[in-house]
């Protein structure tokens, strides 16, 4: 596996992937800077559905690419901006977790959100989990096409921030000039703006960015994931 460039990140298996009728085996590679996360998966058997992995393969006539997941600042206001383009043929989503999940979960990592954004995850059925690094909020599009491929997953990742790479950089070509503080300040928001896709100012006006690898994979939600697909599958009869 090291002659691609890639390494073992982290392993799931169907206990952790999966529901009562049927699960998963997962293995995570990630590249030489663990920017770059790619989960192999593969179906379990002996169960009482089919794997939605076996599924896929069916479907998809051969292994393939099962779903995207893309990164967002603001899980919240991207999820409303898809909402919002849903009637003129942009995106479907997974059903959402009932009221017991969401009452389960805020007890489970306590105040990470404020109430607005509790009322907010609900009503647009964002999933929430928490870990030793930080908050992952989750949402999976229904499939793309007319068969149960490919789908996107939509994610927000809070926690384990860094220094920008690219602030470090312009602080050691560009010594603060005359200005002071306030140059400081208006430089770390130009750079902001210019990398505002990957990185975030912080209130002391630090540019922060993710650091790579972070966090897990939101496994407190894989079985309320998994059931919400096989749900959608039972409507298709595959």
Known sequence: MGFTGFHE?????????GTVDSGLNSMVLA???????????EPTFGTKRKSQIQTYLEQN??????HLALKTHNIIATMREMHARSRIGGFEFQAAAGPEYYKKVAQKVGDVLTPEEWAAVEQLGILVDQDD?????????????????????????????KESASQAGSAAAAPAAAGGEADAAAAAEALADAFKD????REDGVV???AAGCGGFGKGNFSELFKSIEDYERTLQV
């Open 198 to 201: 990957v990185v975030q100012v």
């Open 31 to 41: 590249n030489n800077n663990e920017m770059v996360l790619l989960p192999i998966n």
């Open 133 to 161: 690094q930080g908050v992952l909020m989750q949402v999976f599009t229904k499939p793309l096409g007319d068969r149960p491929t490919i789908f996107i997953e939509i994610i927000e990742r809070r926690g384990c921030l």
């Open 208 to 210: 922060v960015e993710q």
């Open 61 to 66: 006539e051969g292994p393939g690419l099962q």
């Open 9 to 17: 990140f982290a392993e799931f298996v169907a206990e952790d992937v």
